[in-house]
């Protein structure tokens, strides 16, 4: 059989990230990103090997900007054998990627109520793609459907069960795909079958989570209901105290719009350094003697420590601590810092194999007699080629 080759597609509101991904190769044929959509700066970019392009699209909606990618596609003279869309919430109902018809769609827009600024994107896409393609296998992979196998007594939360049983008001989990392909990608690298293994997972990137998985299936997550639970983000708080919602309307009648936003866009590694948002910008400045900055990181990496301490309830043993995400894959400094509080796991690392593992580097870190630590650069893009792969008519 020929090389099949997929599109990934992950809309937002206002954009659509893509990669054409060919079945049997880890990087992207072409890759980019549709931009400012429904206004007069509409911009699609993309990037093929070391060639990079831009085209102007004003007005371009996301039907518009699929159109036009649909025709560069066409021009690099591969056939498309389905397309793949990220899906952020499948609440309860998927359990799995799911190809795309009609019931899909609709159980798609029941759960969007969880994710009310995610869900109604990809709904945009998902709808623009099938009219312009009808013909093609399309499939939803969702960032939470990996998680679906967590045990009740990770997922409930501590509140009135009608709550759960009515609204849906339970843990989910997001990041799925990363999770699952580095966990998949570590028992590669090690040697040992995913099916009798056990990983503690730190993904850091703009948004962070940290994840146990046994056997192939995630027993708990540091994400949430929604994805501003868990571990100090870019700009996103991670756990503050339930009562801090109610105390900021008491005290400075913020409204509960005022708060939300608060927590998700000027808190995080941005609100505790008054700074930036970016890890790097951090780092350099820590180094230049900025004290916020310098607080942001250790918050950032005691609370990351404490999540995977915790993680680690979920495990008979620890055959590896993974780290990813643009932060995990590169950041020497957050790794030590992060390891160095968690002695009583016996966590050590080698300074040097450290320094060593950036830029795409993959391997194992840990100090010689300690536990194993590898850093495993994600590809979600290839998680949901290969789940999309995998539901298509042979
Ligand atoms: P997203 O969640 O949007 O996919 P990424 O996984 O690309 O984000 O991660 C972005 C984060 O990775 C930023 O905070 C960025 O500063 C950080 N990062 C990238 N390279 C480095 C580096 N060399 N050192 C420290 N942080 C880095």
């Keep these: 059989m020929s090389e099949r080759h997929i599109l990934v597609i992950n809309c937002g509101s206002s954009s659509i990230k893509f990669a054409l991904l060919g079945e049997t190769r ?11 959509l429904g206004s007069a700066d509409a911009l699609l970019r993309w990037q093929a090997g070391e060639d990079k392009q831009r085209l102007p699209i004003p007005g371009a909606d996301h039907r518009g900007a699929l159109a036009q990618l649909l025709a560069l596609i066409e021009r690099t003279a591969v056939t498309l054998s389905g397309i793949g869309h990220r899906v952020v919430h499948g609440g309860e109902h998927f359990t799995a990627a799911h190809l795309l018809d009609a019931p899909t769609l609709t159980a798609i827009r029941s759960v ?28 939803a992979v969702f960032d939470t459907a990996f998680h679906q196998s967590m045990p009740a007594h990770a997922y409930r939360y501590a509140v009135p069960e009608t709550l759960y049983r009515e609204q849906g008001v339970r843990r989910y989990g997001f990041h799925g795909s990363s999770h699952r392909y580095v966990s998949r990608r570590a028992a590669q690298l090690t040697g040992l079958p995913v099916e009798a293994s056990s990983w503690l997972v730190a993904h850091l990137g703009n948004g962070s989570s940290t994840c146990a998985i046994v056997n192939g299936q995630s027993l708990d997550t540091s994400m949430g209901m929604t ?25 400075l009648g913020w409204s509960l719009e005022q708060v939300d936003s608060m927590l998700n866009k000027q808190s995080g590694l941005l609100g505790l350094s008054g700074l930036s948002n970016d890890m790097r910008s951090l780092e350099q400045a820590r ?8 607080l942001a990181i250790e918050v950032f990496c ?93």
Aim: charged share 15%.
């Design 302 to 394: 005691y609370r990351l420590a404490k999540s995977l301490a915790a993680m680690s309830c979920a495990l008979p043993q620890l055959d590896g601590l993974i780290f990813t995400g643009g932060i995990g894959e590169n950041s020497a400094l957050i790794r030590s810092k992060t390891i160095g509080h968690l002695k009583l796991l016996h966590l050590a690392l080698d300074p040097a194999a450290n320094a060593r593992a950036v830029a795409g580097c993959s391997g194992e870190i840990q100090a010689s007699g300690h536990p194993r630590v590898l850093v495993v650069p994600t590809n979600e893009e290839r998680q949901i080629a290969l789940d999309t792969l995998a539901l298509l008519p042979n």
């Design 287 to 294: 180094l230049e003697g900025h004290p916020g900055a310098s």
């Design 26 to 36: 880890e990087q992207p044929l072409l890759s980019g990103l549709a931009e400012c």
């Design 227 to 251: 994805p501003l639970e868990g571990v100090v983000m870019g700009t996103r708080s991670g756990d503050v105290d339930p009562g801090l919602h109610g105390h900021l309307m008491r005290t």
């Design 112 to 139: 969007s109520a969880l994710a009310p600024l995610h869900n109604p994107a990809c709904l945009q896409g998902i709808e623009a793609a099938l009219s312009l393609y009808p013909q093609l296998p399309q499939v």
